[in-house]
């Protein structure tokens, strides 16, 4: 009973307050009006006299002010209709986001961070972009080194970027770096030292393959296990270029010696680095163009190294100078498969079926074909995928897996940009007899391929390379150079195939007997079918003589 008795106790307090605050409100309204009154303002408001009777047209007047009266209130209408279907729009959509879920949302953001990542990427690909990089790289770096690959050095060279350093006003430093020697035949690596040293001072090198994060190295456990150190995570030539290098400091100067690495793309510059530093930090791999700007990696207190992209080649290259280095291919002016067309063009035939284990082809498709079903690479219905092939086997040309070399050419005099002094000023400050030490010290320690298991090929030369920002060449003419190398590599595929046709096939004919049909007066139909043996496999022949025969599935290493 106590309960109710509280509750009417507080209904008669709440009663109270509000007829104070009642009394209070009528007071101050009382006390306005008498100011009102006071200072002789009437608080009510006019009322609307109209339009008085004397006046002239009062019809008309009244008649115009009618009119538009019931154009505002048709106005108010219409912006009445149109808010209400703009609500009814938004709770469409608002239920179509709500039944869709939050995962829609999330897709619809990530797709736009897509979109906004590509976009970034494609200005940091672009040409220009790439040659603006290298020229900073160039501009920064007191030594240069450039890198050439050990199976084709010629042709790694960049006859533009090795003046541009040369007649540079700052007097910078060129060095050449082999990489990769552990993929050419010790004899061939020998001589294209020579060849080189004539020029500018060179250095072997063999990169580091398994270069590991920092943080990938503390939890790895020291366990004792047997690697073939010559293919494996040890790197060869780095304590001579970490000499030479820092050699090259001056005792007396504080200023810390900056060294850029240049070269065409795929040769090894970011894992030299790596290797020189014993740490993964520069990004590798077997794609093509991986670094797109310049970064600066700290050797030693006084030696800094300086990353850059590759060079972009000029579109003047011939199409098989192109193809060798699959510059093409990372430019996306050519396909894969035509990459590989060219490639074994100039490759010898006998040396790729035994590097591949494939039998004898006529063309690169066939080729391809066999290569993608030895690997597996096959499609939907059983269908060989070629296009897999030619990227791996591209990928084989220029990562660090495929075993070939190419033939030195014979020395025709130094080139235009160089002369004797200048190469006598490049091996000036450089103890060339402790290079050479550590040179033959490198090759001694190196494991090499064998000569009769190592493809050959004639190298076309040095490879024009664009420097200048200006010097690019316009989308229209990037263009015309795809659609005139198409013309003649179709005009190319013609001719293979009329010689062809040229040389018949032995054609054994053998006559198959279709089963009798049943009913009267209908005879068994035989037909003659010309079965061709076309791209017969050399495994299953088999030979008289013992001596000349050969079994294609032995490897060779």
């Given at each position: 009973?106590?309960?109710?008795k509280?509750k009417?106790a507080?209904k008669?307090?709440s009663?109270?307050?509000?007829?104070?605050?009642?009394?209070?409100v009528?007071?101050?309204n009382?006390?306005l009006r008498?100011?009102a009154?006071k200072k002789?303002?009437?608080?009510?408001?006019?009322?609307d006299?109209?339009?008085p009777?004397?006046?002239?047209f009062?019809?008309?007047?009244?008649r115009?002010?009618e009119?538009?009266?019931?154009?505002?209130?048709a106005q108010?209408?219409?912006n009445?209709?149109?808010?209400?279907?703009?609500?009814?729009?938004?709770?469409?959509?608002e239920?179509a986001?709500?039944e869709?879920?939050?995962a829609?949302?999330?897709?619809?953001?990530?797709?736009?961070?897509k979109?906004?990542?590509a976009a970034a990427?494609?200005?940091k690909n672009?040409?220009?972009f790439r040659c603006?990089e290298?020229?900073?790289?160039?501009?920064?770096?007191?030594?240069?080194?450039?890198?050439?690959?050990?199976r084709d050095?010629?042709?790694?060279?960049?006859?533009?970027?090795?003046?541009?350093?040369?007649?540079?006003?700052g007097k910078?430093?060129l060095?050449?770096i082999?990489n990769?020697i552990?993929?050419?035949?010790?004899e061939?690596?020998?001589k294209?030292l020579?060849?080189?040293?004539a020029?500018c001072?060179?250095?072997?090198f063999?990169?580091?393959?398994?270069?590991q994060?920092?943080?990938v190295?503390q939890?790895?456990?020291?366990?004792?296990i047997?690697v073939?150190?010559?293919?494996?995570a040890?790197?060869f030539?780095s304590s001579s270029?970490?000499q030479t290098?820092?050699?090259?400091?001056?005792?007396d100067e504080?200023?810390?010696?900056?060294?850029?690495?240049?070269?065409?793309?795929n040769?090894g510059?970011s894992?030299i680095?790596n290797?020189l530093?014993?740490i993964?930090?520069?990004?590798v791999?077997?794609?093509?163009?991986?670094?797109?700007?310049?970064?600066?990696v700290?050797?030693?207190k006084k030696?800094?190294?300086i990353?850059?992209?590759g060079i972009?080649a000029?579109?003047?290259?011939?199409?098989?100078v192109?193809?060798?280095?699959?510059?093409?291919?990372?430019?996306n002016?050519?396909?894969?498969?035509?990459?590989v067309?060219t490639?074994?063009?100039?490759?010898?035939?006998?040396h790729?079926?035994?590097?591949?284990?494939v039998?004898?082809?006529?063309?690169?498709?066939?080729?391809?074909?066999t290569?993608?079903?030895?690997?597996?690479?096959?499609?939907?219905?059983?269908?060989p995928?070629?296009?897999l092939?030619?990227?791996t086997?591209?990928?084989?040309?220029?990562?660090?897996?495929?075993?070939?070399?190419?033939?030195v050419?014979?020395?025709?005099?130094?080139p235009s940009?160089?002369?004797?002094?200048?190469?006598?000023?490049?091996q000036?400050g450089?103890?060339m007899d402790?290079v050479?030490?550590g040179?033959?010290?490198?090759?001694?320690?190196?494991?090499?391929?064998?000569?009769?298991s190592s493809?050959?090929?004639?190298s076309?030369?040095?490879t024009?390379?664009v420097?200048?920002?200006?010097?690019m060449p316009?989308?229209?003419?990037?263009?015309?150079?795809?659609t005139t190398?198409?013309?003649?590599e179709k005009?190319?595929t013609?001719?293979n195939?009329e010689?062809?046709v040229?040389?018949p096939a032995?054609?054994?004919e053998?006559?198959?007997q279709k089963?009798t049909q049943?009913?009267?007066?209908?005879k068994?139909?035989?037909?003659a079918?010309?079965?061709?043996?076309?791209?017969?496999?050399?495994?299953?022949i088999?030979?008289?003589s013992n001596?000349d025969?050969?079994?294609?599935?032995?490897?060779?290493?």
């Amino acid at each position: 009973m106590k309960r109710p008795k509280l509750k009417k106790a507080s209904k008669r307090v709440s009663c109270a307050k509000r007829f104070k605050i009642q009394k209070k409100v009528r007071e101050h309204n009382r006390k306005l009006r008498k100011d009102a009154k006071k200072k002789g303002i009437s608080r009510k408001p006019k009322k609307d006299v109209g339009v008085p009777n004397s006046a002239p047209f009062k019809e008309e007047v009244l008649r115009e002010a009618e009119h538009r009266k019931q154009e505002l209130e048709a106005q108010k209408q219409q912006n009445k209709v149109v808010k209400q279907e703009e609500k009814k729009r938004k709770k469409e959509k608002e239920a179509a986001s709500d039944e869709a879920g939050p995962a829609a949302k999330k897709a619809k953001k990530v797709e736009k961070a897509k979109v906004a990542k590509a976009a970034a990427a494609k200005e940091k690909n672009s040409k220009t972009f790439r040659c603006s990089e290298l020229n900073k790289v160039i501009e920064a770096s007191d030594v240069i080194l450039e890198v050439l690959d050990a199976r084709d050095p010629l042709g790694c060279r960049c006859p533009q970027l090795e003046e541009t350093i040369l007649k540079h006003e700052g007097k910078k430093k060129l060095l050449f770096i082999l990489n990769k020697i552990d993929l050419v035949p010790k004899e061939n690596l020998e001589k294209w030292l020579r060849y080189l040293e004539a020029e500018c001072p060179t250095f072997v090198f063999k990169a580091a393959t398994q270069v590991q994060d920092r943080t990938v190295q503390q939890k790895k456990q020291s366990v004792a296990i047997s690697v073939d150190h010559s293919r494996a995570a040890v790197c060869f030539g780095s304590s001579s270029l970490l000499q030479t290098l820092s050699d090259m400091v001056s005792k007396d100067e504080e200023k810390m010696l900056k060294v850029g690495v240049v070269g065409f793309p795929n040769v090894g510059k970011s894992s030299i680095i790596n290797s020189l530093k014993e740490i993964r930090a520069c990004n590798v791999g077997v794609q093509r163009g991986l670094t797109r700007c310049m970064q600066e990696v700290h050797i030693s207190k006084k030696v800094k190294m300086i990353d850059s992209p590759g060079i972009v080649a000029a579109p003047s290259n011939p199409g098989d100078v192109m193809a060798l280095r699959s510059l093409e291919v990372e430019d996306n002016e050519k396909s894969p498969l035509d990459a590989v067309n060219t490639l074994l063009k100039q490759c010898n035939q006998q040396h790729i079926m035994l590097q591949y284990n494939v039998p004898d082809y006529r063309n690169s498709l066939e080729f391809l074909t066999t290569f993608a079903k030895k690997r597996g690479f096959l499609q939907k219905g059983g269908i060989p995928n070629t296009e897999l092939a030619a990227t791996t086997f591209l990928g084989d040309w220029t990562g660090a897996k495929l075993s070939y070399h190419c033939r030195v050419p014979e020395r025709q005099g130094l080139p235009s940009y160089l002369s004797d002094a200048i190469v006598t000023d490049l091996q000036s400050g450089l103890n060339m007899d402790k290079v050479r030490r550590g040179n033959e010290d490198v090759i001694k320690s190196v494991r090499f391929p064998n000569l009769a298991s190592s493809i050959s090929f004639n190298s076309k030369g040095p490879t024009a390379g664009v420097l200048k920002v200006s010097e690019m060449p316009t989308e229209k003419q990037t263009a015309v150079k795809m659609t005139t190398t198409t013309e003649v590599e179709k005009m190319d595929t013609v001719s293979n195939t009329e010689a062809e046709v040229e040389t018949p096939a032995l054609t054994p004919e053998t006559q198959i007997q279709k089963p009798t049909q049943k009913g009267k007066g209908k005879k068994p139909v035989e037909k003659a079918v010309k079965i061709v043996t076309i791209n017969t496999d050399l495994t299953s022949i088999q030979l008289n003589s013992n001596e000349d025969a050969y079994d294609f599935n032995t490897d060779f290493v």
